[in-house]
């Protein structure tokens, strides 16, 4: 049965020092990242191909996965675990591998603006071996059932394997744990005995005397310790001082004889549980708790610290020591003056928000540095959230208060970038501070010091608007006298059509309607999500100059705005075109009169081959009319050339070899815009993913991609996004993709 198993996946995917291949019809591919978890924790995860424009396939932040800047090609088709930041486990799972996905792959941890670890990984994506796919399609369902059952087994087996795992559970703040490894066998003075984590890292060693400190891995160093002379009774535990959330895990005790041979080893895995305290954000404060019934004396040093082991408030001789501690928490911490006395070393936070997130570190210190008290909790905040649809005219971000407040405050709201949404100061509105993408979309209420209602109205929201937004009071010092913070959701419409001549379709639009009357000089842009222009109208008439050369010739817009609506009409979409397109309609330079985001989701075309048929043909219908000497090039994955057209003729010297006299195209393809291929002689050897491209000067203006698939075997499409979230990370890409890069 295993034999079966190892023939199953080596079928799928094989794994190499170089790389990741897969073949093409496979469900998936893992690209596999692992770091430690100190790097991952509170990290950002940035997934990029190289030489792909825009080159981001996936971005996962401690809040969740983002999808602003991605490229097109791959929204949808990847994922990541969902405990990705806190295992390490930063593996890219990519759906539907096809030939184009063939690269080379970098996952980068980053974090503050820093490169913690990069990885970089070669994905080959083949095609199947033709000749035998009739048995394979046969084979591997057995293949897949004995796979599943083997698979079934061997779980099992692990799971009863874990059950013989003893566990340890113990409060984060104990003093210390002991992992318990005894024997009954008779064990010679002359034994090694490891202690080792499952990262395989040294957590104590003993050998001719119970400590070897210099073989230790430094996050265990004095934390470790075992019996004296442990040969006679045969205990071999090891007591583990201060256990924090980090030392969850599973460890193995290992004894060698003088010869290096195994003489026994065993597991214990253990499980540290943290005290949360969760609180909604808007509170004045939070007490993080942290107690002892342990004597603590004058001199000692008392440190709270968060994830990223930043200072979070610092205590020695007596005093605060407030130039120690990280600039994001000065000001907003504070513990009992008198704290040794009755043993509280718990701190205040003020002004929780969503950033404060974490797990905190009480750690107690002697004068010699020796830990005497470790202990920590977790902080959960809550933000309440409004869910709007990309359509309605505006929405409030609510925030009321009861307090009095002076009418010499200052009224802040900002986004999750710090960025300035509003300011209200000395009676009024401050527009100059605000950042310019919020000027004329912000309002608030009139008298709200007296009403105490400081909600924020904003209009025309978008999915880049999708923030958690904080309204924060301060008083003439500086000083902060109120926070509240409150997450915007917004939701975006979406249209899905299928290119190719099977669909029948033309064209699609993409809707965009108001009932909200427009005066004839406001200006209509359609933009995509790399801020490429797909349509401009102002005036009463397009304007093609300030078109991406892109989209030139593909869109049409009504000319009539009484109606309200300003729909585009994208002529043949392609798979090139799937993406987010913006529509923004403004009165003088800055005023936004509505906002629309719309997701367009086009479908890879499918042709079906039998063979022994005299030709197949390759579809692709663009927009006519298109410059004379630009180049038209059919080729499979990156490196076969089928076909390319160029100055007005057919360039067979071009052509691989594969292809020559095989390969045909109807005359005068750039004037009429049918670009389809007809290709002679098709078998089971052709199957597999074709694009063509269409290049002027270098510049790429027109793409299509085909999927030629056996007769009777369905390809599934490209998957639907149902849900997905967007962040304003402006990822202004160039107009176009340089003929040299990889599609």
């Not at 969740?64 to 295992?87: E, V, W």
């Not at 959960?380 to 002076?406: G, M, Y």
């Not at 892109?550 to 090139?576: A, C, H, I, N, W």
């Amino acid at each position: 049965m295993k034999t079966f198993v190892v023939f199953v996946i080596l079928l799928h995917v094989s794994q190499h020092a170089s790389g990741v291949e897969v073949t093409v019809g496979e469900e998936s591919v893992i690209l596999p990242c692992h770091v430690s978890v100190l790097d991952s924790s509170g990290s950002t995860v940035v997934w990029d191909r190289y030489g792909l424009t825009p080159s981001r396939i996936h971005l996962r932040k401690p809040e969740g996965d983002k999808f602003t800047g991605l490229n097109p090609q791959y929204i949808g088709r990847t994922s990541m675990r969902t405990d990705a930041l806190q295992t390490g486990d930063l593996s890219l799972t990519l759906r539907k591998p096809v030939i184009s996905d063939s690269g080379t792959y970098t996952c980068t941890v980053r974090r503050e603006g820093d490169n913690l670890r990069v990885t970089t990984v070669q994905l080959l994506v083949k095609e199947p071996p033709s000749p035998w796919y009739i048995i394979v399609g046969v084979l591997i369902p057995l293949l897949i059932i004995v796979a599943v059952a083997s698979v079934f087994v061997c779980l099992q087996c692990k799971k009863m394997k874990d059950r013989l795992v003893p566990q340890v559970e113990v409060d984060s703040g104990v003093e210390s744990v002991q992992l318990p490894c005894k024997t009954t066998v008779h064990l010679p003075e002359d034994v090694r005995v490891e202690w080792r984590d499952s990262k395989d890292r040294k957590v104590h060693v003993y050998e001719n005397s119970p400590d070897q400190p210099e073989e230790q891995n430094f996050i265990y160093r004095g934390r470790t310790e075992m019996k004296r002379d442990l040969q006679k009774p045969g205990d071999l535990s090891l007591t583990l001082k201060y256990p924090t959330d980090r030392d969850r895990d599973t460890f193995t005790c290992s004894v060698y004889s003088r010869e290096g041979n195994i003489l026994m080893k065993k597991k214990v895995e253990l499980r540290v549980k943290v005290s949360q305290v969760e609180v909604v954000s808007g509170v004045e404060s939070v007490q993080l708790p942290c107690k002892t019934t342990v004597h603590l004396p004058e001199d000692v040093r008392v440190e709270w610290t968060d994830s990223n082991y930043r200072k979070v408030h610092v205590y020695e001789n007596v005093s605060e020591q407030p130039g120690e501690q990280y600039e994001d928490y000065r000001g907003r911490t504070e513990m009992k003056r008198d704290l040794l006395k009755p043993g509280d070393l718990s701190l205040t936070l003020k002004y929780p928000t969503d950033r404060d997130r974490d797990t905190y570190t009480c750690s107690v210190y002697s004068r010699e540095g020796n830990i005497l008290m470790r202990k920590q909790v977790e902080l959960r905040v809550k933000v309440p959230q409004v869910e709007v649809d990309s359509e309605v005219e505006s929405v409030q971000l609510p925030c009321t208060t009861t307090v009095h407040l002076p009418d010499d405050v200052r009224l802040e709201w900002t986004d999750s970038n710090y960025r300035k949404v509003h300011v209200y100061e000395n009676g009024s509105d401050q527009p100059g501070e605000q950042l310019s993408c919020y000027t004329g979309r912000t309002e608030m209420k009139r008298d709200l010091l007296k009403t105490g209602d400081l909600s924020l109205t904003l209009k025309q929201p978008t999915d880049l608007d999708r923030f958690t937004f904080t309204c924060t009071i301060y008083n003439r010092e500086g000083n902060t006298l109120m926070k509240k913070q409150v997450e915007l959701r917004v939701k975006v419409s979406q249209v899905e059509v299928v290119s190719g001549v099977d669909s029948g379709l033309e064209s699609v639009q993409l809707p965009c309607k108001t009932t909200v009357h427009l005066p004839e000089d406001v200006r209509v842009e359609w933009t995509d999500s790399n801020d490429r222009k797909v349509h401009v109208y102002l005036n009463g008439t397009d304007q093609p100059g300030e078109q991406s050369r892109f989209y030139r010739g593909q869109t049409e817009m009504k000319r009539d705005l009484k109606t309200g609506d300003v729909s585009l009409t994208l002529k043949y979409p392609t798979d090139r075109n799937r993406g987010i397109y913006i529509c923004t309609v403004y009165k003088g330079r800055n005023n936004i009169l509505m906002r629309k985001h719309v997701m367009l989701q086009v479908n890879e075309c499918e042709v079906e081959v039998e063979e022994g048929v005299e030709s197949i043909q390759l579809p692709f219908r663009t927009t006519g009319d298109l410059p004379e000497d630009a180049t038209v090039v059919w080729r499979r994955g990156a490196l076969l050339t089928l076909h390319v057209h160029y100055n007005g003729s057919d360039q067979p010297e071009e052509q691989d070899e594969v292809y020559r006299d095989r390969t045909e195209m109807k005359r005068d393809p750039l004037k009429t815009g049918d670009l389809s291929l007809t290709l002679k002689r098709p078998t089971f050897e052709d199957i597999g993913t074709y694009v063509c491209d269409v290049l002027y000067k270098g510049i790429l203006m027109r793409q299509k991609t085909v999927q030629l698939i056996p007769k009777g075997v369905s390809c599934a499409p490209v998957p639907r996004m149902e849900k997905f979230e967007l962040m304003d990370e402006k990822n202004a890409d160039n107009e176009s993709t340089p003929l040299n890069q990889p599609l």
